[in-house]
């Protein structure tokens, strides 16, 4: 009889004993796998556990936690009809379970979620543990953590043990990569990798259980912590790596783990790593490390990670100059932030200088604090287009007639515009609540059964208040809901205000009656509605109305706890997701017509709709208060790359972002192309395929993304300084 602990270790793990918490059972499925799990090299020799079973029945996903695939386990009981029986009996305890979390969640999303106009929840989100408690420190370090607090609280002992698994666990599969490493050693006939498995096994005589010492041991550290959470965010990697970095004298072999973990890092579509940055006294904190990426990026040329480059007012001309020959590579990276203006945004919502500069990115470019946090990344949506929409239509659905929100009045009666964008704030604010109410059952949910014991022990906070990753434990709490089309928004009240309240050209009957029917035969209309000025060209009272509708967004937002306990704030990512709001949406008072896919993907314009130059734009962006947003606040640029193949063209450019920095913009994105090249990619993808272009909050492979993607970033005006 096959042993089903070797097929299933997670399952037999959390079967061992039905009599315990389910958050100590996850505990020792972590335990049983690193026993039975078979030890894997990524294609860069680098450690690659698999945390997945190779049925696909079993797994432990930085989103999710521990998960189960009902449907291969069955094939498992057919390849091995010894255990059907018993695996039977699982699937029955773990819907058991699963029907226990599906009572505090929704099982079918709500009308305003199908239509597009929010989303709240639904994912267990991104996140950024410090790697660097164990590299720098070592497991036994977060033995000492749990010894200091378990009896100080008695009643979570069951969560100490989870925790605890979850270290020897790790401490296992170090182990085993060392013997694992030494046996590959014996075989290898390529001398250069029977010298790093040796260099390797060597490095894990030490780590995790006790701190690197140099370069390969840190890496080592790194590489079995990194991909036991899912390969996700490495966070302020120059930071957290540094010490084992400078130790290491050996700089040809930092250069070649750094290539090889690039490479692993595109396999495995890492996310977000940070770079550079200050501390709460505003020392610069770039290090060697920080220009070795840099470097590393050019070199490679690839979308992955999302390299985040923190500046702030003492950042060096040197590393401004880095910073602009990296861009110049075409790959989007590094995309900017502010620390002057998202350390001054955290601190508003109670976190110290201390802590808000040790900030960095996570996913696309969602906020966090290293180590320190769980700030939703992210909670939820809401789309303001979709929002004016029902406020045009009196709560009704355009898009399939249903009405789904709430009255607030037939604006063909309003006699003012003040009444007309008051009903507008009314619908923005109830699909809000509905998004962070639906958010917070969801936070619910996962508190209680996806605990996560594995950033239980690498955030602070959880271990000191016995509290567990997803359920508060972290020191910081807060959620992050974003915000979308705010320029269409802000377009459409604009030329309403102007063309129906103010010259009184049109009446609101005969707009409406124009989106009824997507401006066929209201041809005239559509002209004036949509050549009406635009957010983006520096025109102060159409920027002063969209700044209006996205400030109380988050006012609104402010005024609701977190189930994690702490408050939502929000930003602005789209992540790919701006073309199909589009799509989503009926026409608009700016001229969108029904489902058109083109709608605004960041802070700035509508793509297209700017055309009175960067300096303009920059200006109308401007008026936002960029210290109300908590989360990324994406505003992007396109620029040829004829700019940046020149020192006078690099210059110009750090001169603008400098100029947008000091006067308040949060973050900065950047795509150097050639309009040439995008066009001929549409026609003639096979000769494009390493193009690459910022979608929303990341870079992709322009071939890759949709048809209404590449026309969203095609319709993006080119900068022009």
Not at 158 to 166: E, G, L
Not at 315 to 326: G, H, R
Request: hydrophobic share 35%.
């Amino acid at each position: 009889m096959t042993d089903l602990i070797k097929i299933d270790p997670f399952l037999c793990g959390y079967f061992s004993d039905e009599t315990i918490e389910h958050g100590e059972r996850v505990g020792l499925a972590l335990l049983y796998a690193a026993k039975n799990l078979e030890i894997k090299f990524s294609r860069q020799l680098l450690p690659d556990t698999a945390f997945s079973t190779q049925y696909g029945s079993s797994g432990y996903a930085p989103s999710e936690g521990l998960w189960f695939n009902d449907e291969n386990i069955l094939k498992i009981a057919e390849d091995y009809p010894e255990h059907k029986e018993t695996l039977n009996r699982y699937i029955q305890g773990i819907n058991i379970f699963r029907s226990k979390s599906r009572m505090l969640n929704c099982e079918t999303t709500d009308a305003l979620n199908n239509s597009g106009a929010e989303w709240g929840g639904g994912w267990g989100g991104h996140s950024n543990p410090d790697y660097g408690r164990i590299i720098n420190h070592g497991t036994d370090y977060i033995r000492e953590i749990i010894s200091a607090n378990r009896d100080k609280h008695p009643d979570e002992d069951w969560f100490y043990r989870s925790c605890s698994y979850t270290l020897d666990a790790i401490d296992i599969f170090g182990e085993r990569y060392r013997k694992t490493a030494l046996e590959r050693a014996e075989k290898c006939e390529n001398p250069d990798d029977n010298a790093f498995y040796l260099r390797m096994a060597e490095a894990f005589e030490t780590v995790p259980k006790k701190p690197a010492y140099d370069f390969m041991s840190a890496m080592c550290s790194f590489m079995l912590i990194f991909a036991l959470d899912g390969s996700d965010s490495p966070g302020r990697f120059d930071q957290y790596m540094y010490p084992a970095y400078s130790k290491t004298e050996n700089k040809e072999e930092i250069t070649d783990l750094l290539d090889r973990l690039w490479d692993y890092f595109r396999d495995h579509r890492s996310w977000n790593l940070c770079i550079s940055g200050s501390d709460e006294n505003w020392v610069d904190e770039s290090n060697e490390l920080t220009y070795d990426i840099l470097e590393m990026v050019r070199k490679k040329g690839y979308n992955t990670p999302n390299l985040t480059c923190r500046v702030h007012k003492n950042t060096s001309a040197k590393l401004w100059n880095a910073i602009a020959d990296t861009l110049a590579v075409g790959t989007g990276l590094p995309s900017l932030y502010n620390d002057d203006v998202v350390c001054k945004a955290l601190e508003k919502i109670g976190i110290p200088p201390e802590d808000s500069h040790d900030y960095c990115m996570n996913g696309c470019n969602q906020i966090d604090i290293l180590g320190k946090s769980h700030m939703g990344l992210e909670d939820g949506e809401v789309v303001f287009t979709k929002c004016l929409e029902f406020a045009l239509h009196n709560g009704t659905d355009a898009m399939t007639g249903e009405k789904i929100s709430i009255e607030t009045g037939d604006p063909r009666t309003f006699e003012i515009y003040e009444h007309f964008e008051r009903a507008f704030i009314e619908q923005l604010e109830f699909v809000t609540y509905n998004a962070c109410s639906s958010a917070n059952r969801w936070q619910h949910m996962r508190g209680l059964f996806q605990p996560h014991p594995l950033r239980s022990c690498l955030i602070e906070g959880c271990l000191e208040k016995g509290r567990d990753y997803r359920n508060g434990g972290p020191l910081y709490n807060h959620g992050q809901i974003l915000a979308e089309g705010i320029a269409d928004t802000g377009d459409s009240l604009y030329t309403v205000k102007k063309l129906v309240y103010d010259e009184k050209k049109y009446t609101m009957a005969e707009l409406i009656e124009a989106l009824d029917e997507d401006f066929v035969g209201y041809e005239k209309l559509h002209h004036d509605f949509k050549n009406c000025e635009k957010f983006g060209n520096d025109i102060e009272e159409v920027d002063n109305i969209t700044a209006m509708a996205l400030n109380r967004f988050f006012t609104v937002l402010k005024h609701n706890n977190t189930y994690r306990g702490g408050i939502f704030t929000g930003g602005c990512s789209t992540f790919n997701r701006a073309a199909n709001y589009g799509k989503q949406t009926a026409a608009l008072p700016n001229g969108k017509r029904k489902g058109e896919p083109l709608l605004a993907d960041s802070i700035a314009a509508t793509p297209g709709r700017d055309r009175n130059g960067p300096t303009a734009q920059i200006k109308s962006v401007l008026r936002y208060n960029h210290t109300d947003a908590c989360s990324g606040f994406v505003f992007q640029n396109k620029f040829e790359k004829r700019l940046f193949n020149s020192e006078k063209g690099k210059a110009s450019f750090i001169a603008l972002a400098k100029a947008y920095f000091s006067q308040g913009g949060q973050q900065y994105t950047v795509t150097v192309v050639s309009p040439e090249d995008l066009l001929d990619a549409k026609i003639h993808p096979e000769n494009h395929k390493n193009l690459i272009v910022r979608v929303g909050g990341y870079s992709d492979y322009f071939v890759n993304i949709s048809e209404e993607l590449q026309d969203n970033v095609i319709e993006r005006t080119f900068a022009d300084i």
